[in-house]
């Protein structure tokens, strides 16, 4: 993913009708030794949308943030990027796409069915991590979702207030125009998690605590 700067649309030009437009979240949920909690999240994101028609995909996604809202409190870390620019907006959304395709690939590879402790940097998974990730038709149906998520102030980027702003914003997407959406949840196996030093490696360096 690239990660050079916040609030990139600011160095785009304003979209036209039609132009394709990104937005990615990514949060990092501390469920401690909460299963319940953990469990839930894997269930929501998990659940497999019968088919592509638009209203399917949105009750879908009304699901997941509506189990992201009531673990509001456990968010420690987040990141989120929002493009305009037709020309980063599609390799972005491809990006995020890939990077986190793979990286859930190699956990899997890593972890089977069980919880592999040679791959771990201890033995604490705290956390889940869930990536939220659209490529949207700039069309007059997605000017509320764009109106709540141009509205958050750069020094609030990072803010506990901003997320559920930007959970809520993703109702109103209208998936008759989204070209492209995925939801993950890491690691794929429900009885693990990430723990607070793998959090803390390179890899997950561009992540901003949730002030």
Do not use: C
Request: aromatic letters at 12%; charged letters at 30%; hydrophobic letters at 40%.
């Amino acid at each position: 993913m690239d990660r050079r700067g916040f609030f990139s649309r600011l160095l785009g030009r304003t979209p036209e009708e039609g132009d394709a437009v990104f937005f990615g979240l990514q949060l990092v949920v501390n469920v401690g030794s909460d299963d319940t909690l953990r469990a839930n999240l894997h269930r929501v994101v998990n659940r497999p949308v019968a088919t592509e028609r638009p209203a399917e995909k949105r009750a879908f996604y009304k699901r997941v943030t509506a189990v992201l809202l009531e673990a509001e409190p456990f968010f420690d870390y987040a990141y989120w990027d929002y493009r305009t620019d037709p020309a980063s907006a599609r390799p972005e959304f491809e990006s995020w796409l890939n990077e986190i395709e793979g990286s859930i690939a190699t956990e899997e590879e890593e972890l089977g069915e069980a919880v592999d402790e040679q791959f771990r940097m201890s033995g604490d998974r705290s956390y889940v991590v869930v990536s939220i990730l659209f490529l949207l038709e700039n069309v007059t149906a997605l000017r509320a979702f764009r109106s709540v998520v141009e509205a958050v102030p750069e020094d609030e980027a990072f803010s506990r207030t901003t997320f559920p702003k930007l959970l809520r914003a993703i109702t109103y997407v209208d998936f008759e125009y989204a070209l492209g959406d995925a939801v993950f949840i890491m690691p794929g196996n429900e009885r693990d998690g990430i723990s607070w030093e793998e959090i803390h490696t390179e890899g997950w360096n561009y992540l901003k605590p949730i002030a």
